[in-house]
């Protein structure tokens, strides 16, 4: 079986020993008898499962007690509206970064519960950058950003210096270097683009957040009932979970966090030079925004593309066409991909080049 290079935006790519290990977890549990699809999520070897994996972001991550760690459903989408549902009074107000598709979506929710309070938007260059000049008034209850644009390919490098909470979507970026949680008051993130497959969602919060507003909660939304519970109030998405805890231990084996930085710069880097280099391509954003996850780009001639996408196919480079709202290109290289699925991306561009050229 030819295993193909794979540069989908989500779900994604994990890395091998992970489908390995979740396939045989499919098959027999670590020689309990019961494949991890069958088990119940109140038994022992799964209880195990999760709170390993509680305690992987935990250590990873460097998360104090006053944060809780949930795997919870519904995707990051669940979180655009569970975020002010919990956190924001009526009367309140929440500041947001609108740095494209993922962070509209975020801010479309909030007028049902409080006011929203958009500082900045990078929508007049087509998110093409992140906003850097704004003011965030101390009275927010919270200031949200998408820490990562996964359609656009920015990424924030710095974190904003702000005196409220900040919520993060990091969706696309968590785990993919060190990270302070002391500014945070939310992170979530859904796990299919770096963490795990679709159907868990990974939710971190700070706990003096909560229990701050009027409004009576639907149970299965309020943050508090998950907490209380383990994350297992209904049925929680156990395989999910199952394959994220193996990512996790993965990621713990290879460096923890400061590796992963480690080698998504050096994979960006050669994707970036790449793009910068070669004088059929060009990048979308300005430089000292691109995204270490997703990196876009187009053809000068946008006539050359299906052509392009064709060859890369045939050689195994497979995911690589935009986001159907933008078009052009994009290479997700998140964590798990290996710098020499990025070289063969690479390889493809310049072969493209020499044939472009030389006719
Ligand atoms: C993919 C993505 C989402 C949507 O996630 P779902 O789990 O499908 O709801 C939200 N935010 C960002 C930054 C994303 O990349």
């Known amino acids: ?131 850097k000049s704004y003011a965030v008034p101390s009275a927010s209850t919270y200031f949200h950003i998408t820490s990562n644009n996964t359609i656009y390919g920015t990424q924030l490098h710095e974190v904003p210096q702000v005196d409220v909470p900040i919520v993060a979507d990091m969706s696309s970026d968590i785990m993919s270097g060190p990270l302070n949680t002391d500014p945070y008051g939310v992170i979530y993130a859904g796990a299919q683009k770096n963490l795990g497959p679709a159907g868990t969602t990974l939710v971190i919060i700070r706990k003096s957040l909560l229990g701050k507003i009027e409004r009576q909660i639907p149970t299965m939304l309020n943050y508090q009932t998950h907490i209380e519970k383990n994350s297992a109030f209904n049925t929680p998405p156990v395989f999910p979970i199952y394959a994220t805890m193996l990512n996790l231990r993965w990621l713990k084996a290879n460096g923890g966090l400061a590796g992963a930085k480690a080698r998504n710069e050096e994979k960006a880097k050669v994707i970036y030079d790449e ?64 710098k020499s699925s990025v070289q063969a991306l690479v390889d493809q561009m310049q072969a493209f080049e020499h044939h472009v050229t030389s006719h």
Request: charged content about 20%; hydrophobic content about 40%; glycine content about 10%.
């Open 1 to 131: 079986m030819k295993k193909l290079h794979n540069f989908s935006a989500g779900p994604s790519i994990l890395p091998q020993e992970v489908f390995e290990k979740a396939a045989a977890g499919v098959r027999d549990l670590n020689g309990s008898g019961l494949s991890i699809l069958e088990m119940s999520h109140r038994s022992a070897p799964f209880k195990e499962i999760y709170n390993e994996a509680v305690s992987l972001v935990r250590e990873l991550l460097g998360i104090s007690d006053e944060m809780e760690v949930l795997f919870l459903t519904g995707g990051a989408s669940t979180q655009f509206f569970m975020v002010p549902l919990n956190l924001l009074d009526e009367q309140g107000q929440a500041a947001y970064l609108d740095t494209g598709t993922w962070s509209t979506k975020a801010i479309k929710e909030v007028s049902q519960f409080g006011k929203v309070n958009v500082v900045a938007s990078g929508k007049e260059d087509g998110y093409t950058s992140i906003p």
């Open 275 to 338: 793009i910068d280099r070669n004088t059929l391509f060009e990048g979308v954003t300005v430089a000292e925004d691109r995204s270490l996850m997703n990196a876009t780009f187009v053809l000068k001639d946008p006539s050359l593309e299906a052509d392009f996408v064709e060859r890369a196919t045939s050689a195994g480079c497979v995911g690589i066409k935009g986001h159907r709202s933008v078009g052009g290109f994009r290479a997700s290289i998140y964590n798990a991909m290996p």
